[in-house]
């Protein structure tokens, strides 16, 4: 299963990120590489939860929330949004919206009552506009200064 996670993580980056990022860094993304990055064997309100989109028992993305992990927020009520992937198979018909209302949802659960974004790349327009049709009405964005594969993020 973590190689079905590590496959949608790879595709939604190579399409997404083209153009952003060097066309050899993105295609020699490996979903192998990732697949040990999913294990989902721990449990509880402080650990990482994520919620899965399933179209015709074919995971076509996945989001995870949890506590929010900026020292300066990790006392308090605030919750992340760590990561979410949608496949490009699965793009403009719902599923990203989805996810972003569900995580909320969970996020909530927990008792966290903020949802925050650590990182996007590029201009994030397309990040922006999901967030939004999910209901939230802006996030924060940190982690400035980040490279990745010699891009600024």
């Not at 198979?89 to 903020?114: F, H, P, T, Y």
């Not at 990040?127 to 999910?134: D, H, N, P, V, Y």
Request: glycine fraction near 12%; aromatic fraction near 10%; proline fraction near 4%.
């Amino acid at each position: 299963m973590s190689t079905t996670f590590a496959q949608v993580h790879v595709r939604s980056w190579q399409v997404a990120y083209r153009g952003l990022l060097p066309d050899e860094y993105l295609d020699a993304l490996d979903p192998a590489d990732r697949a040990a990055r999913y294990t989902f064997a721990d449990s509880g309100p402080d650990r990482p939860y994520t919620t899965v989109a399933v179209e015709e028992d074919r995971i076509c993305g996945f989001a995870t929330i949890g506590p929010c992990r900026d020292m300066d927020k990790a006392e308090s009520a605030f919750g992340e949004l760590y990561a979410i992937y949608v496949h490009p198979a699965c793009w403009n018909i719902g599923m990203g919206r989805a996810l972003i209302q569900e995580a909320r949802k969970q996020l909530s659960d927990r008792g966290l009552v903020a949802s925050h974004l650590r990182w996007k790349i590029g201009d994030g327009r397309r990040l922006l506009a999901l967030m939004l049709r999910g209901g939230c009405d802006g996030f924060g964005a940190g982690c400035g200064g980040l490279l990745l594969a010699g891009v600024g993020v």
